[in-house]
């Protein structure tokens, strides 16, 4: 069975930072692109960052470019996603999930979500 348990979400204030963990059972990083994504408050479901399974640069969105930091532990079969710089926009419920290899390929494996939180 795959699992994907995110956590390391709560409550800060903005300009701090929260590191956040998607711990990944059942599937191996090193066949699956991990991506980060936020659902925030009145928005869409947006992509915030990935990491594919194949070495190469991640994706960001422009939105936390500078500030968000993805890195991944294939001992411990799990991706972290570091915000720095938190602003209150940020504010919305964290997701990660895995699709095979790739980014640009669907997402077919998901975690249910971690709040973050972030007071003006």
């Known amino acids: 069975e795959v699992q994907l348990a995110e956590s390391g979400g709560g409550l800060v204030q903005a300009g701090g930072s929260l590191r956040l963990s998607c711990a990944v059972s059942?599937?191996?990083?090193?066949?699956?692109?991990i991506k980060w994504f936020r659902h925030l408050p009145g928005k869409e479901r947006e992509g915030a960052s990935c990491?594919?399974?194949?070495?190469?640069?991640?994706w960001y969105t422009d939105d936390v470019k500078g500030r968000f930091t993805i890195s991944r532990d294939f001992v411990e079969n799990a991706v972290y996603l570091q915000m720095t710089n938190l602003k209150p926009e940020d504010t919305g419920v964290y997701y990660c999930?895995?699709?095979?290899?790739?980014?640009?390929?669907?997402?077919?494996?998901w975690g249910q979500g971690t709040q973050v939180t972030v007071s003006s």
């Open positions: 990491i594919a399974s194949s070495p190469g640069s991640p």
């Open positions: 059942g599937i191996s990083l090193d066949d699956y692109a």
């Open positions: 999930a895995a699709a095979l290899e790739h980014c640009w390929r669907e997402f077919e494996y």
